[in-house]
């Protein structure tokens, strides 16, 4: 359970740590019935689960490890199939609570609507095995199906495994549910019922077009007068939590603009690695909010599994942690890499199998001094990573530093600048602000100033680096007095956006003439200046309209690259107004799963 905050860490899906189990031939998938693939598996997670003895090299000698299947993670139906539930469109489809789906005559589509969670009688482990041996016990195949009707329940073999929970291990997929589903789905009901035509698409494209993003977070297709058709999980997680709010305004009804701000906030507190439990019951209260607004506005009709899906996806992060650490992406990724080995065309699974198997081998091997590099390039088909801060480490070694727990790595290339006295007079102010303690008499006149760093995994780069389209961050440490001709550093100020300038990594001399070099890198930035009209697209919302003009450079200008909260998505863009059109700075803060 979630008590305050939750970090997930990503070794899981590291190709070191992934095992392929196995590969159901194709060309179809297997209908009803797959218990025949999961037995072999079941047989051997029941010995992992008594224990294996394995020896490594220390002192202790053989030791028993145990391995147990603790979630299952798939899209809807294969996870009915794999989980022991029957499909989506039955009475009883929900594999997580027991309420029915009624049909108003036969053939008609299933009711999905009403989200009043309080009344839906939830399902128990014990039940569901329950009533899966009364079908599994069925003299004839009619009568199973009425029990399997009945219940929603069918036999699996998972429900071998002494320990596992038939209902809280089946998890719903965040990326199924949330992106490839419903997102794809309020889209679609848009061009059906005309919210949105070909023209809204053109000047959506412009929008989109005027956007700078990070390198790294990846472009929209150009091609969104075709209906947004096509679009991968990874670019409709794009549309709506960095590009939707920003290119809808004004081009759909006030209404249905609201309904789709409801579920973009909850998209964006929960598309994070991490993520508080208040966060989380935030995040739900906007899916309850969004799933109301949307039975209202576009009727029962339209309201799908996967909208009633949202409202359990609450109790599998409370059991699971942030949807990174569940969520399917990384398997659809491994999806794509096996599809892409070749093979003969016969016995193709043991081939893929073989050949992952393979690389996962060579990867891990370490090659004789002088070679590793030339036979990683060979072997793996990708550059060796290198590590960019030699000339840094020169720079740095030879004094002590102040706060050396930081995880930024500046990076290559350096070079060695001459600091102005306005410049060493700013960061000055700023350390002492910082250190007070320290008793830090002055800057040397000399610096190493770089274009990159990488902070927490996350490259930044300066506004003028060619390699990033965007240089855009936001960070609580710039306040704006009135009175004041210029900003000063208040970490408790409210956050605002920022364009990365220089990366600065300075000599200090202490008052006890000891010279102090700073490994840690400071950002020089200008900071956006406020616009009256910043909350136009709704107050809380993370799109915000800033002035073109920046603030005067002072003290405020530099800060500490750890206290960059995030990077943002920029636009420059002509924005209606209630009275006037004005071009302005519009501001969208990407989602805490892109720096932290």
């Known amino acids: 359970m979630i008590t305050s905050k939750v970090t997930v860490l990503l070794y899981p899906f590291k190709e070191e740590n992934m095992i392929v189990v196995g590969l159901i031939p194709g060309p179809k998938e297997p209908k009803i019935d797959i218990n025949s693939f999961l037995e072999p598996l079941v047989e051997e997670l029941q010995d992992l689960w008594k224990g294996v003895l394995l020896s490594d090299n220390s002192v202790l000698g053989a030791q028993l490890y145990r391995a147990a299947l603790v979630c299952l993670s798939s ?12 499909g989506h469109g039955a009475l009883r489809g929900c594999s997580k609570c027991l309420r029915m789906f009624t049909r108003s005559r036969f053939g008609t589509k299933a009711d999905y609507s009403g989200f009043d969670r309080t009344v839906w009688p939830l399902r128990t482990s014990s039940d569901h095995v329950s009533f899966a041996k009364m079908g599994r016990r069925a003299k004839s195949k009619a009568e199973r199906k009425r029990v399997e ?25 965040p990326m199924h549910n949330l992106l490839l589903g419903t997102s794809k ?19 959506i494209q412009s929008r989109i077009d005027s956007m700078k993003v990070p390198s790294d977070v990846g472009r929209i297709p150009r091609k969104i007068a075709s209906g947004f058709s096509g679009f991968t999980a990874d670019q409709w997680k794009n549309w709506t939590c960095i590009y939707s709010l920003f290119c809808l305004k004004g ?11 409801e579920f973009v906030q909850a998209c964006r507190l929960l598309c994070s690695r991490v993520i508080s439990y208040e966060n989380l019951l935030d995040a739900d209260n906007h899916l309850q909010r969004f799933l109301a607004m949307f039975e209202e506005i576009c009727g029962p009709q339209h309201c799908t599994p996967n909208m009633h899906l949202h409202l359990h996806l609450k109790e599998c992060i409370e059991d699971y942690g942030p949807v990174y650490s569940f969520w399917c992406f990384s398997f659809e990724r491994y999806n794509g890499m096996l599809g892409k080995y070749q093979h003969n065309n016969r016995n193709i699974e043991v081939q893929i199998m073989r050949k992952f198997q393979q690389s996962k081998q060579l990867s891990m091997m370490t090659w004789p001094g002088g070679y590793g590099e030339a036979f990683e390039n060979v072997l793996n088909g990708r550059k060796a990573s290198c590590t960019p801060v030699a000339q840094a480490s020169r720079f740095l070694s030879d004094a002590m530093v ?66 990033e389209r965007s240089a855009c961050v936001h960070a609580k440490w710039c306040y704006s007095d009135p009175g004041s001709e210029e900003p000063t550093i208040d970490s408790r100020a409210e956050d605002r956006p920022a364009v990365l300038r220089e990366f600065i990594l300075v000599h200090l001399v202490l008052g006890n003439g000891r010279r102090c070099s700073h490994a840690v890198a400071r950002a020089r930035v200008t900071w956006y200046q406020y616009h009256p009209e910043r909350w136009f697209y709704g107050r809380g919302s993370p799109v915000q309209v800033w002035g073109l003009a920046f603030e005067p450079e002072s003290s405020a200008s530099f800060i500490p690259v750890e206290h960059i909260a995030g990077r943002c998505v920029a636009s420059t863009s002509t924005v209606q107004f209630e009275r006037m059109k004005e071009r302005v700075s519009v501001i969208v803060p990407l989602c805490m799963a892109s720096l932290s």
């Open 185 to 203: 789905h309020v889209f679609k009901v848009w061009v059906d019922l005309g919210v949105l035509n070909r023209k809204a698409f053109d000047v």
């Open 402 to 467: 102040l706060d050396n727990a930081s995880h930024v790595e500046p990076l290559s290339p350096f070079r060695k600048v001459v600091i102005s006295v306005a410049v060493r007079n700013m960061l000055l102010s700023m350390y002492r602000t910082m250190y007070p303690g320290e008793g830090i008499s002055h800057i040397d006149v000399f610096a190493m100033s770089c274009t990159r760093v990488r902070c927490n995994g996350v490259n930044m780069a300066v506004n003028s680096c060619r390699s």
């Open 251 to 261: 081009l759909i009804d006030s209404r249905h603009y609201d309904m789709w701000y």
């Open 75 to 86: 899209d809807i139906p294969a996870a009915r199939k794999c989980g022991g539930f029957v």
């Open 149 to 173: 009707d009945r219940y929603g329940a069918r036999w699996s073999e998972l429900f071998r495994l002494p320990y596992y929970d038939a209902v809280r291990f089946v998890v719903i997929d």
